[in-house]
């Protein structure tokens, strides 16, 4: 009898700006050949999944490099002005928005808080590369995680299981304070990541053989910070960083024990991928850093580590945390 073909998914995390490096990970990926059946994300994780999910094959890339303004090659900024350059895209981001991202909701409204800044562009250009009737088609299937803002709890919008719409995604990306929650079915939801900021739990609980891509923009380990602005990006990176690998370690461990209790047997591959910044990366408002330098940069790193990736032996039943050297 022929092996069962493992169920190839990937995760990607939230993280705002960070998110191009979702992207060059995809591209990598693809060129690999191997069908993905399945994505889900939180945040700006969200957004990659649906414009993959809802693009033609052969517009993914396109479509993604679109979105995160990912150019085949970064600005030339002097080595010696890019840490600077990258606070000043920052603050600007801070202080004006983005074009095509979000914009200041000025005045703010004293009734009912709606957010620091207003998605609207987003949702305009998610609305140009996103055909939602075949993102809900499940090739591939896609899961999009937001977060109860009362219970806390995190909440699941499936395509197997109900349609999932532009609300669904912009729910997922409510980043309090700076983005307003979404009220769906009588619920205040804001951003994924407040729960689950790389949603790989429905994944590893279905049955069968994985190949499950992490796809993480937080790194759980790194240097002892030499100063206030590393120390305040550390702290940043182990909150979700950390998050995530016990998460999946501890979800990992559930899965091999279902397993054995119903007498299987099969073989997860399981890899992290988490974008680790240099030091021109304007530490804790890395993620604020919107401009043409930075998301070259990033997809450019999620493209070297997954092709170093697909390199690595997987490890049975166990995290393969990738590294490159």
Same mark, same amino acid.
């Given at each position: 009898?022929?092996?069962?073909?493992?169920?190839?998914?990937?995760?990607?995390?939230?993280g705002?700006?960070?998110?191009?490096?979702?992207?060059?990970v995809?591209?990598?990926?693809?060129?690999?050949?191997?069908?993905?059946? #399945?994505?889900?994300?939180?945040?700006?994780? =969200?957004?990659? =999944?649906a414009?993959?999910?809802?693009? !033609?094959?052969?517009?993914?890339?396109?479509? &993604?490099?679109?979105?995160?303004?990912?150019?085949?090659?970064?600005?030339?900024?002097p *080595?010696?002005?890019?840490h600077?350059?990258? #606070?000043?895209?920052?603050?600007?981001?801070?202080?004006?928005?983005?074009?095509?991202?979000?914009?200041?909701?000025?005045?703010?409204?004293?009734?009912?808080?709606?957010? &620091?800044?207003?998605?609207?562009?987003?949702?305009?250009?998610?609305?140009?590369?996103?055909?939602?009737?075949?993102?809900?088609?499940?090739?591939? +299937?896609?899961?999009?995680?937001?977060?109860? &803002?009362?219970?806390?709890?995190?909440?699941? @919008?499936?395509?197997?299981?109900? +349609?999932?719409?532009?609300?669904?995604? &912009?729910?997922?990306?409510? @980043?309090?304070?700076?983005f307003?929650?979404?009220?769906i079915?009588?619920r205040?939801?804001?951003?994924?990541?407040?729960?689950? *900021?790389? !949603?790989f739990?429905?994944?590893?609980?279905?049955?069968? !053989?994985?190949r499950?891509?992490?796809?993480?923009?937080?790194?759980?380990?790194?240097?002892v910070?030499?100063?206030?602005?590393?120390?305040?990006?550390?702290?940043?990176?182990?909150?979700f960083?950390?998050q995530?690998?016990?998460?999946?370690?501890?979800?990992?461990?559930?899965?091999?024990?279902r397993?054995?209790?119903?007498?299987?047997?099969?073989?997860d591959?399981?890899?992290?991928?988490?974008?680790?910044?240099?030091?021109?990366?304007?530490?804790?408002?890395?993620?604020?850093?919107?401009?043409e330098a930075?998301? =070259?940069?990033? #997809?450019? =790193?999620?493209?070297?580590?997954?092709?170093?990736?697909?390199?690595?032996? !997987?490890?049975p039943?166990?995290?393969?945390?990738?590294?490159?050297?």
């Open positions: 009898m022929a092996a069962e073909l493992p169920l190839t998914a990937v995760a990607f995390s939230g705002l700006g960070l998110g191009a490096y979702h992207a060059g995809f591209e990598a990926l693809s060129s690999l050949r191997s069908p993905i059946d #399945w994505v889900t994300g939180s945040s700006a994780g =969200a957004i990659t =999944a414009l993959i999910a809802g693009s !033609p094959s052969g517009d993914r890339l396109r479509n &993604l490099r679109s979105y995160w303004h990912g150019t085949d090659r970064a600005p030339a900024i *080595n010696a002005g890019r600077l350059f990258a #606070w000043f895209s920052s603050i600007n981001t801070r202080l004006l928005g983005h074009a095509g991202f979000f914009h200041p909701r000025l005045p703010i409204p004293a009734s009912h808080f709606g957010g &620091l800044y207003d998605l609207g562009p987003t949702r305009e250009r998610l609305h140009q590369l996103i055909d939602f009737g075949r993102l809900n088609g499940g090739d591939p +299937r896609i899961t999009i995680c937001a977060t109860d &803002l009362e219970s806390g709890d995190a909440v699941l @919008f499936d395509s197997s299981s109900q +349609r999932i719409e532009m609300d669904h995604i &912009l729910a997922s990306c409510g @980043f309090l304070p700076e307003a929650p979404v009220q079915a009588g205040w939801l804001g951003d994924g990541g407040f729960a689950l *900021n790389a !949603p739990d429905p994944i590893l609980e279905t049955a069968g !053989p994985l499950l891509y992490v796809i993480d923009l937080f790194p759980r380990d790194g240097k910070p030499d100063g206030l602005e590393a120390a305040a990006e550390r702290k940043s990176d182990l909150t960083g950390n995530t690998f016990q998460r999946l370690g501890y979800a990992l461990e559930a899965r091999q024990l397993a054995e209790l119903q007498d299987l047997d099969y073989d591959e399981v890899y992290l991928l988490s974008y680790r910044p240099g030091r021109e990366e304007a530490g804790p408002e890395k993620s604020f850093d919107l401009s930075a998301m =070259a940069q990033r #997809w450019r =790193a999620g493209f070297l580590d997954m092709q170093y990736a697909a390199s690595l032996a !997987p490890i039943n166990g995290i393969c945390s990738v590294r490159r050297p």
